[in-house]
């Protein structure tokens, strides 16, 4: 899936990897980074060989955290650099064959008020 | 309520027709419905109401009644009464011949070539009100003329409360299930066991991450942590008990004499807790949404209570992820009906509720105009109350959404309910009064899928939307992007508000019409025979087809086979296509119809090829009842010493296996019965009580009144033993009795002696 990332989406990126409240364990990078958790729909069940390469395809570390239905599985996406890293590295994966469609982990809130 | 006198009436006898057709079950179940037995009534009907053919219906209308009556009467009829009815309609009363009963006189009546319909001059009756008093409160669900946007509940429940066959799951901050007026399933109330979605343990707030047991913990956010951490920018907040409130408005137990009633009274509420602090995020809700579904999530028991309604009072801005779009399509094929609230931004619709198949819902004000907050767009499905307060300047909030809810500003404090000082608003609860409604429909006929569900919801709704007398008022428009926003009142059109104003009876009239079903070979020969049916057809809860109706609806195709049997055929066209229309018309005289387009290669229809088969859902039964077993089941101990440790296997509770302990019906026991602890070590009292036998119980503390028992039987304690023998003389007693027996020898010998 090949789109072009609109300025809300770059913002969308930012703002949820600040509100990204999942713990990781891959360490702290070695210089500052992005880290964003996307739900990413695969065409095949994902296995360490898949998710190394789609890491090496997206120029990003990809961990699997878990899958949620038989074709969604939620992923911890980190990179080097800026939030725009993060950005690029959800584009290069959007546009891998293997890969339908990648959404970023967003937050839903309630509807009422006040 | 904009509807011409006509369409009322006809609206009138279509739900005056559902609610004749109930079966027998659903009048048991309907401690609501008021009206007499239909035969009854109709025995001691002799009017009729009469229309007739559009030919004549001008002239009719012209010349009053006279003509039409005088016609009839000149074909054989006795005319007793005729009077004049607007739009067209005669109230008639007709002499019936010997022996001839008012049905087979319906039925020669409607037989005459100029009677385009005729129908029983029923008697109608109030509708019926639920015994909860605080449902004058809840204006959202009544018949009011004050508040166009009311959803004429009261009407649908004449016709069916809901039914126990039924799940409605709610994907929110879960729920408090001891409200006096929710209650557990397997206590009497509605709330099934569901499930913790949330991930996160900081954001759950209830000491974990994902389990069994989604009691809403409260969801508050403090000042200290919006400004660091993860709830960072989150904006402080009290817990909003909002599952409870959504909760509530589906179904709060109903005609219980206590607080609210409930849109449905029967169906069952799944809670599915994926929001906690700050909301939630997709990963839990999509996990949350699949599961309640009945699909297979990872590392969780699978639901063994599948919904057939999701309410996701919940969104964000933005389109629909194509993470929804999956879940949703998924939960579609297997006939579950998303419904979401709007947003309450006055902006684009929010997702998941923009989503293809989800039922959007917008808020409308009382009056049916869109209320200011709601979001609005061609994405919504259908508008519902949103609630709205008309005082701007302070005093009571004349609209808000009454319902369930908690008084705790973080932890949970005393159950309430919501009225107009404790306000209640937002397309979050517009959400469940629609959820409400599609769990009635989905009662009534329970071969409805999504796609179905929504359709009739829509074809049910109140239209047009009305329009404001305040010229100032100005008509909604779809927002052009994020920023367009329109955060005041705006007049509904229905590419900005859905269909219409969400109508509980009008969606369950349309509900109860049959399902037309239509199969044919995909692929066809030019000019060859092409064989149709619509065999799977089938009609609502306890409604059977009884006529079948073919037709070429366009196109130049011509029936080789019956137009009025379950199957017919027709030859493909050689060139171009041809549209053939079924119509099924049920035992109660509802239709629905199907084309199909048939062209010279291929035939195409969007009408399933089956209907189903379960029109009628069976009750699914409430979990199992805890049952407590102490073990073991007795004991003997003596008097003033000894302990027993007692352990209670609690079965079937939804989280909380722990049990209290009793000794003859003291919590604790006391000296005289002896003594237990938290933990279930017995401690044998002093001396032996009377009787001697002491009874130990174990109670749930998640049902109080289930509990189980254990025997301990106090003994005396042994005598003490005799003293032992030692040697061959036995111990010292009776080593005294030989010293005592030598010393009076020895007296003797020495008196001899002296």
């Known amino acids: 899936m090949s789109v072009s990332l609109p300025r809300s989406l770059l913002l969308l990126v930012a ?33 360490d060989a898949l998710v190394a390469d789609l890491a090496r395809v997206s120029r ?24 725009s890293e993060c950005t690029a590295a959800i584009e290069r994966l959007r546009r891998d064959p293997r890969v339908d469609a990648v959404d970023i982990d967003q937050r839903r809130e309630i509807q009422s008020s006040p | 309520m904009r509807l011409n006198s006509f369409a009322a009436a006809l609206l009138s006898l279509a739900v005056a027709a559902g609610a004749l057709a109930q079966p027998p079950r659903n009048r048991e179940d309907n401690p609501a419905l ?29 010349q009053a009644a006279g003509d039409a009556v005088s016609k009839l009467a000149a074909r ?44 029983p001059d029923r008697r109608r009756f109030p509708h019926a009100l639920p015994s909860d008093p605080l449902y004058t409160g809840q204006w959202y669900l009544q018949n009011r003329v004050d508040a166009p946007s009311a959803v004429h509940a009261e009407a649908a429940w004449d016709s069916g409360t809901g039914d126990a066959g039924v799940v409605i799951a709610i994907i929110d901050t879960g729920v408090l299930f001891d409200h006096p007026d929710l209650k557990r399933a397997n206590l009497g109330g509605r709330i099934l066991p569901g499930y913790d979605f949330i991930e996160n343990a900081a954001a759950a707030n209830d000491g974990g991450g994902r389990d069994a047991d989604p009691t809403d913990a409260g969801d508050w956010v403090s000042q200290a942590e919006t400004n660091q951490g993860q709830f960072k920018n989150c904006g402080r907040s009290d817990s909003s008990w909002h599952g409870t409130r959504v909760a509530g408005i589906i179904g709060a137990l109903t005609n219980n004499s206590e607080g609210v009633a409930g849109s449905t009274w029967s169906s069952w509420i799944l809670p599915v807790r994926a929001l906690g602090k700050c909301g939630g995020f997709d990963s839990d809700i999509l996990e949350a949404m699949a599961w309640a579904g009945g699909l297979h999530v990872n590392g969780v028991p699978d639901n063994p209570y599948p919904a057939k309604i999701e309410n996701l009072s919940l969104g964000a801005n933005g389109p629909c992820t194509a993470a929804y779009g999956s879940v949703v399509g998924q939960l579609a094929a297997r006939g579950v009906l998303v419904v979401a609230s709007a947003g309450n931004e006055g902006g684009p619709v929010g997702s998941p509720a923009n989503c293809v198949g989800v039922a959007g819902v917008t808020g409308l004000r009382h009056a049916g105009t869109k209320v200011g907050f709601a979001s609005l767009g061609p994405e919504v499905a ?34 309430t309910y919501t009225n107009q000082t404790n306000v209640n608003v937002g397309t979050s609860f517009s959400a469940p009064i629609v959820s409400g409604i599609v769990g009635l429909m989905a009662g009534a006929n329970g071969n409805l899928g999504s796609a179905q569900l929504l359709a009739r919801l829509r074809e049910g709704a109140t239209t047009p939307f009305p329009v404001s007398p305040d010229p100032a008022i100005p008509m909604c428009h779809v927002p052009t992007n994020q920023n367009d926003v329109q955060t005041a009142e705006c007049n509904c059109t229905t590419s900005t508000c859905g269909a219409g104003m969400a109508n509980a009876a009008g969606a369950l009239a349309a509900a109860l019409r049959p399902i037309a079903a239509l199969s044919a070979p995909s692929t066809v020969l030019a000019g060859g025979n092409v064989n149709l049916t619509g065999a799977a057809s089938a009609g609502a809860c306890n409604r059977t087809i009884s006529t079948y109706f073919w037709q070429v609806a366009s196109g130049a195709g011509v029936l080789t086979g019956p137009n009025n049997t379950a199957s017919t055929s027709v030859n493909a066209p050689v060139a171009g296509s041809f549209t053939v229309r079924l119509t099924v018309t049920d035992d109660l005289g509802k239709q629905d119809a199907a084309d199909i ?33 102490p073990a073991p089941a007795s004991a003997s101990l003596v008097a003033g010493s000894g302990t027993q440790v007692f352990t209670a296997a609690v079965a079937n509770a939804f989280s909380n296996t722990s049990v209290t302990w009793h000794v003859d019906g003291v919590a604790g026991g006391n000296a005289t019965v002896g003594t237990i602890s938290v933990s279930g070590v017995y ?54 009795l030989l010293l005592l027996s030598a010393l009076t020898a020895l007296s003797r010998a020495s008196r001899r002696q002296g």
């Open chain 1, 15 to 47: 703002c949820a990897a600040a509100a990204c409240a999942q713990p990781r364990d891959d360490g702290a990078l070695a210089e500052p980074g992005c880290s964003v958790r996307v739900i990413v729909t695969l065409q095949a069940a994902p296995n």
């Open chain 1, 60 to 83: 990003a570390q990809l961990e699997l955290v878990r899958t949620m239905t038989s074709n969604l599985h939620l992923f911890a996406l980190t990179a080097a650099g800026s939030e």
């Open chain 2, 34 to 62: 008021r009206e007499p037995d239909s035969a009854a009534d109709l025995g001691d009907t002799p009017g009729m109401i009469v229309k007739f053919r559009s030919g004549t219906s001008a002239r009719v209308q012209a």
């Open chain 2, 76 to 119: 054989g009829f006795a005319i007793r009464v005729a009077r004049a009815l607007p739009a067209g309609l005669h109230a008639l009363k007709v002499e019936r011949l010997p022996g001839e009963s008012f049905a087979e006189q319906l039925a020669r009546v409607r037989a005459d070539s100029e009677v385009e319909f005729a129908e």
């Open chain 2, 382 to 415: 259908i508008g519902a109350p949103g609630g709205n307060c008309v005082n701007v300047t302070g005093g009571p909030c004349l609209f808000s959404i009454d319902t369930t809810s908690n008084a705790g500003t973080t932890i949970p404090g005393s159950f």
């Open chain 2, 597 to 629: 387009v048939i062209s010279s290669t291929s035939t195409t229809t969007a009408a399933p090829a089956a209907a189903g088969s379960n029109g009628c859902l069976a009750d699914i039964p409430p979990p199992a009842a805890i049952t407590v077993a």
């Open chain 2, 683 to 736: 401690t044998a009292p002093a001396t032996v009580p009377s009787p001697a036998a002491v009874t130990v119980t174990a109670t749930s503390v998640e049902d109080p009144t289930k509990s189980g028992t254990a025997q301990v039987t106090i003994t005396a304690p042994a005598p003490a033993p005799p003293p032992p023998a030692t040697g061959g003389g036995g111990g010292a007693g009776f080593d005294l």
